[in-house]
């Protein structure tokens, strides 16, 4: 049984760092691309970042405040988050899918999510 376990959300000020932590299990995790998604209260789920072999990010400006990266050794895969704002404010949910993607569909296994909400 697969399992994706979020951690690491919590209500910050703006301007707080996080990072956030997804441990899995029950998959060859080194097989599998790794990606972090949020969903904002009455919003879509979006893409924030992804990791297999190197990092991609929804928007190259997201690079100057979040940072993916995995431990392959611990099967966990992290989301360090920096100079938060309150539209960062949303749940945030790993995924784990067997090919690079964007999008909701391309990912086959998630977490339950993990709050962050920023206060201005």
């Known amino acids: 049984q697969v399992q994706l376990v979020e951690s690491g959300g919590r209500m910050v000020q703006t301007g707080d760092s996080l990072r956030l932590s997804c441990a899995a299990s029950g998959l060859p995790f080194i097989n599998y691309n790794m990606a972090w998604f949020r969903q904002a209260p009455g919003k879509e789920r979006t893409f924030v970042a992804s990791f297999r072999w190197s990092a991609y990010y929804a928007e190259e400006s997201m690079k100057e405040r979040f940072a993916i990266s995995r431990d392959n050794t611990k099967n966990t895969v992290y989301l360090q988050m920096n100079s938060l704002q309150p539209e960062d404010t949303a749940v945030y949910y790993c995924?784990?899918?067997?090919?690079?993607?964007?999008?909701?569909?391309?990912?086959?296994?998630w977490g339950q999510g993990t709050q962050v909400t920023v206060s201005s």
């Open positions: 995924a784990a899918g067997a090919h690079l993607g964007r999008t909701v569909p391309d990912y086959t296994y």
